[in-house]
């Protein structure tokens, strides 16, 4: 079966950096995702992994370690706006794909 | 990329009821998928919408429930059949151009079932 795991909930102080994590045991593995969600509204794509290592983009960083089937997300200088729920999603297939969310880290940042 | 529409962005229906539930994009694209997701919870997927052959659904759903229509690259229909008040919840297309990896959603159908 796909299984992803990451924490519910999270509170970090604006202007610090936070790490969330995301376990992942899957099938057909074929890279992994980082969504954000406010409330209320679609996800909007954040980073995708394929490859093991660190992806830069901004204020945001992802990792994936395959082997390990484990990935973060980094976030810095946070802001109040950051607050939202953050989904780690797997691709799973060859030629016809899928996507499989996590439960999603709730993350609260407070002044 | 790809921008994706749907009608209607809301609706409140009665028990024993059907909806359905349209996805438009604005550019051909190769996978499109349906997603719920109930209050506080992350994404479930349903199903995915097959251009031109049936859909190819996740356990624990099943056509007679969810039927789904994909005519052709760009559109694609959910139908919630013999709602139940269990069936509340935001209903998401998705699609994927196949080009890129990037997964884009719809805003979302947000049902309640009185």
């Known amino acids: 079966g796909q299984n992803i795991d990451q924490p519910t909930e999270m509170t970090a102080t604006e202007g610090a950096i936070v790490q969330i994590n995301c376990t992942y045991q899957?099938?057909?593995?074929?890279?992994l995702f980082w969504y954000q969600q406010h409330a209320g509204e679609a996800p909007t794509f954040l980073s995708y992994?394929?490859?093991?290592g660190l992806e830069e983009k901004g204020r945001f960083s992802s990792f994936l370690s395959r082997s390990k089937g484990y990935s973060y997300l980094l976030l810095k200088e946070l802001q109040m706006k950051d607050s939202a729920s953050y989904l780690c999603?797997?691709?799973?297939?060859?030629?016809?794909?899928?996507?499989?969310f996590g439960a999603g880290t709730r993350l609260f940042v407070k002044a | 990329s790809a921008v994706i529409s749907q009608k209607p962005s809301r609706d409140i229906c009665q028990r024993g009821t059907s909806l359905t539930i349209q996805c438009q994009v604005d550019?051909?694209?190769?996978?499109m998928f349906w997603y719920r997701q109930q209050p506080g919870q992350s994404l479930t997927l349903i199903a995915t919408?097959?251009?031109?052959?049936?859909?190819?659904?996740e356990s624990g759903f099943v056509i007679d429930k969810f039927p789904i229509s994909r005519p052709n690259l760009t559109f694609s229909t959910l139908t919630v059949s013999n709602m139940s008040p269990e069936d509340s919840s935001i209903y998401l297309c998705?699609?994927?151009?196949?080009?890129?990896?990037?997964?884009?959603f719809g805003p979302g159908t947000r049902l309640t079932v009185t």
């Open positions: 998705s699609a994927s151009t196949g080009v890129s990896y990037e997964q884009y």
């Open positions: 899957t099938s057909g593995f074929n890279g």
């Open positions: 992994n394929v490859l093991d």
């Open positions: 999603a797997v691709r799973v297939g060859t030629g016809g794909f899928k996507t499989i």
């Open positions: 550019s051909q694209v190769t996978m």
């Open positions: 919408a097959n251009q031109g052959s049936e859909a190819t659904y």
